[in-house]
């Protein structure tokens, strides 16, 4: 299924852009560049302002009326259709030479409830009982389980891992540029939450340093870390 975004999205983060361009005393589209989730939808890290592409989409982007819709037409451009994953709405990655899984959750649930409602939350765990059982398997080395999200602030998707796993997680506040940020302003359907980003952009008015910027968000970056063993035992209850 294709990655579901709108304008109203891409408009949200090139004005909050401004902002951190008037703290940081930098360019607009350096702002654009390096602390929103833009770039990513058709350039690989590192970032950079002579890039071909970027500057195809800076000079556009320069000439447009609207801004958001151009920014959704040139990304637009670049969306293919996501894999399945075997294991629903997650995902995982191993890190090898730390011996570490990285979680990452995709809503792929067709259906109208929410996927972290009460309703979803045993196919939500029979996904991840599913993805664990594999990892056991075929990374025999792992030891650790890391995830990084907005969503680790919601009760709703901390109740289907252990309870370690959610005990003081690291806040990350220079991450800007994925949707581990910039996610919880999306709905199901691509648009966004009106209201928090009404929060977010009425905040940064007012706001002189970059601390106080990212303060303005609705929720912090989470990044939570154990042992894999209590993964394992977790799931283990459930199977």
């Known amino acids: 299924m294709p990655t ?3 304008p109203a999205f891409f408009d949200l983060q090139l ?8 703290v940081r005393g930098v360019s ?3 702002a654009v560049l390096h602390t929103t989730n833009i770039p990513l939808h058709f350039l690989r890290r590192p970032f950079q302002l002579d890039h071909p592409l970027w500057q195809e989409y800076w000079e556009g982007l320069i000439q447009a009326k609207d801004g958001g819709e151009w920014t959704y037409r040139f990304c637009e451009r670049f969306w293919g259709y996501s894999d399945s994953s075997p294991y629903g709405c997650f995902r995982y990655d191993y890190r090898e030479d730390e011996q570490l899984i990285r979680i990452h959750f995709l809503n792929d649930d067709p259906l109208d409830v929410g996927p972290l409602s009460k309703a979803r939350m ?5 996904e991840l009982t599913t993805m664990f059982t594999d990892i056991k398997r075929l990374h025999p080395a792992a030891q650790k389980v890391k995830g990084r999200s907005w969503l680790y602030n919601l009760e709703a998707y901390r109740r ?7 005990k003081n997680p690291k806040v990350i506040e220079d991450d800007l540029c994925g949707l581990v940020l910039w996610g919880q302003f999306l709905q199901r359907d691509g648009q966004v939450h009106d209201e928090l980003v009404t929060t977010l952009l009425d905040c940064s008015r007012e706001k002189q340093a970059m601390k106080e910027l990212m303060e303005c968000f609705p929720y912090p970056v989470l990044e939570p870390e154990c042992s894999l063993d209590a993964f394992y035992l977790f799931y283990n209850r459930w199977s």
């Open 4 to 6: 579901l975004y709108s």
């Open 15 to 22: 004005r909050f852009a401004q902002h951190v361009a008037r």
């Open 28 to 30: 607009v589209e350096d």
């Open 122 to 126: 045993q196919k939500r765990i029979e």
């Open 160 to 166: 289907l891992f252990p309870a370690e796993y959610g």
